[in-house]
Every structure is written in structure tokens, then in C-alpha cells.
């Protein structure tokens, strides 16, 4: 079964912090490489946060470095992105996403399979 269930998006001011949380199923999680996006209208979808269940490494967008935290829940099948000191460049919204069970790397550019239906992020100045 794929199930990626995001939820925690929300409107704070700038300087504010939120913690996104991504519910998968065991068969989308064990193993893998799961990872945060973030899209806004009219711009692309890019990676901010990434990390392989395999070995706990992670990979982070740059511009989210020292704010963002990618983190993980064995035993729920879920991770997480806590976002601090948020800024208003950071309104989107914020989909998971993991690779196939048999992909063997993870990082921002990995190859991604299955998507989660997004929760929106506003920040305000």
C-alpha cells in the first residue's frame, strides 16, 4: 500500500516555526528515501529536505540550512521537517515524497515515486 499523508501546515508571521509531519505506510517508508518539497504557483517544485531511512543520512536545500530539521519516527512510519526562524520566501506548499523500494541513493535529486498530496505553509512579514 502507498500512503503519504502530509499534515501541520499552517499561517505564522516571519521568525515563526512549524513542524510538518508526513504519515507513510510501511511499504513507502522501510528503506527508502523520503524527502520534503516545496512548490509555489508558477515556479517549480524543488527539494528542500531529504532523508534515507537506510542509513539516517540527509540532505538539505541550502537555503534552508541552520532553519530546517529533517527528522524520522521508525515506529510510525513518519517524518518530519521542523521549520524555524521561517521566512516569507518560505510560503508554499509542502509535499513528501519517497522513492521506490528498490532505489538505492537518496538525495536532493534523487529519482521520486510517490508524492503525498501537499499542506499549505503561509508566512507573513
Known amino acids: 500500500q502507498i500512503r503519504l499523508a502530509e499534515s501541520g501546515g499552517d499561517s505564522v508571521q516571519a521568525g515563526g516555526s512549524l513542524r510538518l509531519s508526513c504519515e507513510a505506510s510501511?511499504?513507502?517508508?522501510?528503506?527508502?528515501?523520503l524527502g520534503w518539497f516545496r512548490q509555489v504557483p508558477g515556479k517549480g517544485r524543488e527539494a528542500v529536505a531529504t532523508?534515507?531511512?537506510?542509513?539516517?543520512?540527509?540532505s538539505y536545500l541550502d537555503d534552508v540550512k541552520g532553519r530546517f530539521t529533517i527528522s524520522r519516527d521508525d515506529a510510525e512510519y513518519t517524518i518530519y521537517l521542523q521549520m524555524n526562524n521561517l521566512e516569507p520566501d518560505d510560503t508554499a506548499v509542502y509535499s513528501c515524497?519517497?522513492?521506490?523500494?528498490?532505489?538505492?541513493?537518496?538525495?536532493?535529486?534523487?529519482?521520486?515515486?510517490?508524492w503525498g498530496q501537499g499542506t499549505q505553509v503561509t508566512v507573513s512579514s
Open positions: 510501511p511499504y513507502t517508508y522501510n528503506g527508502n528515501c
Open positions: 515524497a519517497a522513492t521506490h523500494p528498490l532505489w538505492i541513493s537518496c538525495g536532493l535529486t534523487t529519482n521520486w515515486a510517490y
Open positions: 532523508v534515507y531511512i537506510r542509513d539516517n543520512s540527509t
